[in-house]
């Protein structure tokens, strides 16, 4: 994975431990100063990583800016004849790459191979898209006179990604990036630096230019400060909690740079009385990915006729997610990311139920070191203002209310200061096509989990989820990376 390295570790470094480095203009660079433990085995090393700060970014940047002119000049099928070559060689590469993702992140080896699965596609899909059209013929009232559009790259973006999905997340905001003419500096999260070096490798042994993709560790409020504030970077990207994206926004408004947010989610379904297979839906969103998912349920609002039959019935559901180490082809629910998440986690359940909840499925009791197992947890009995209801979690942990009809669940599913995905499961078109129209969601499922989401499609949020302006995914995500131009021609 890497050439040299630092051992600011001494006697305790290990050559064996994989080290992400940083990459500017073509360069791989900085010593092992970090160290990653494997969540399911938390006395296992998983990885080093160098902590960049405002010189690193400012080198990126510097990189950056001074390639992208000659990137842009580049015709997109050329481009995009890169992005597919890094797809072909991070599918070459896909087993060990998934191995090192479960290592750094926790979650189980069929879930890693989706994720990477899933970089790789997003690669070829912009990658295929250097030869799609990107402007429009239109019609002018003067006569001898034609209008064309045309999309221009930005110039240098910043991109900041989470650790939960730690190749697919910077893939999705690269390829488009990239496609469009832009150059690229990266952060990525401090929990997952292996996912994103595979990534960078595969673009750079594909032959990028130097200084078209960069990437810099580090701390989030140094490395993403410095990104934001950064006057050559044209606009940034973030994934991640909704007060770190917040603030980041303030930056970026004040020097009128582009910015898209995907943050926070308190993701609800509604079943009614109607419903078929509503239980297993519910349970493939919540435990799902360890529950660390923006996109995951953590809130249900069930009818009263098939509230007992429902619980009862997801209680059986959540009793197949044991969690256990990811590595292991059998199991079905990985280790969440870190202690800290399992601390948050425990605190969450515990404080729920001192405060009268029921805890039907679950035990915040357990010891995390032997690894940070954290149960399926279902938890009923609750008014519908309780923090556990109200506040995002980010684990494998569901509340189940009752509601006293359609009209009632609808309102208390919009209840929230989130609005990314939202579900309902019932048989009736009348009411899944009403709940579509009125629901404050960037996303609807109908009788399908709420995590999840097709590559070719807008993805995103309103309210606190989302800055509500520039999608992500599918053809929509390339607007956020250019602006447009109108051109009138006389013939």
């Known amino acids: ?206 032959g990028l230019p130097a200084g078209v993709f960069n990437v810099v560790h580090g701390k989030g409020r140094v490395v993403g400060d410095a990104l934001a504030r950064d006057p050559r970077v044209a606009g940034l990207s973030f994934t991640g909690s909704t007060t770190v994206g917040l603030g980041l926004q303030d930056i970026l408004n004040s020097r009128r740079a582009r910015v898209q947010l995907e943050m926070g989610g308190k993701n609800a379904v509604l079943v009614l009385d109607d419903a078929r297979n509503a239980a297993q839906v519910v349970a493939a969103g919540a435990f799902g990915l360890t529950g660390q998912a923006c996109t995951a349920t953590s809130r249900v609002y069930v009818t009263p006729r098939i509230r007992d039959a429902f619980v009862d019935a997801l209680v059986e559901e959540a009793a197949r997610y044991v969690p256990g180490d990811g590595s292991v082809d059998s199991t079905r629910m990985g280790a969440v990311v870190s202690r800290a998440q399992f601390e948050q986690n425990r605190a969450a359940v515990r404080s729920a139920v001192e405060r009268g909840a029921t805890l039907r499925h679950g035990d915040y009791a357990g010891d995390p070191s032997a690894g940070f197992f954290f149960p399926a947890t279902v938890l009923t009995d609750l008014p519908l203002n309780d923090p556990a209801v109200t506040d995002e979690i980010f684990g494998p942990v569901v509340a189940v209310l009752e509601v006293a009809d359609y009209e009632a669940g609808l309102a208390a599913v919009n209840d929230s200061r989130y609005g990314l995905t939202a579900g309902i499961c019932t048989n009736s078109l009348a009411r899944s096509t009403d709940f579509a129209a009125r629901v404050q969601a960037g996303v609807v499922k109908i009788n399908r989990p709420t995590a999840g989401l097709d590559l070719n499609v807008p993805f995103g949020g309103v309210k606190d989820s989302s800055t509500n302006t520039f999608r992500e995914q599918g053809r929509s995500a390339v607007d956020f990376y250019t602006w447009g131009k109108t051109v009138y021609t006389g013939v």
Do not use: C
């Not at 990885?47 to 015709?75: K, N």
């Not at 930005?154 to 832009?182: D, E, H, M, Q």
């Open 1 to 206: 994975m890497t050439t040299t390295v630092t051992e600011p570790f001494g006697s305790h470094f290990r050559s064996d431990v994989p080290t992400a480095q940083h990459l500017v203009n073509g360069e791989w660079l900085g010593g092992a100063d970090t160290a990653r433990w494997n969540p399911a085995r938390p006395h296992e090393l998983a990885a080093y990583s160098p902590s960049g700060g405002t010189a690193e970014v400012d080198a990126a940047v510097t990189a950056a800016d001074a390639a992208q002119p000659a990137w842009a000049a580049l015709p997109a099928p050329a481009r995009g004849a890169i992005l597919i070559a890094a797809a072909n060689l991070l599918q070459e590469r896909g087993s060990a790459v998934a191995a090192d993702l479960v290592r750094e992140e926790g979650k189980t080896l069929a879930e890693a191979r989706g994720e990477v699965t899933r970089a790789v596609d997003v690669l070829r899909f912009f990658g295929s898209l250097g030869w799609a059209a990107t402007g429009e013929v239109l019609p002018s009232g003067l006569p001898g006179t034609s209008v064309t559009t045309r999309r221009e790259p930005l110039g240098v973006f910043g991109l900041i990604t989470p650790w939960n999905f730690p190749i697919a997340i910077p893939a999705w905001k690269t390829a488009p990036a990239l496609i469009s003419g832009n150059t690229v500096v990266l952060k990525p999260a401090e929990l997952t630096p292996l996912s994103a070096t595979h990534l960078a490798r595969a673009l750079h042994d594909a």
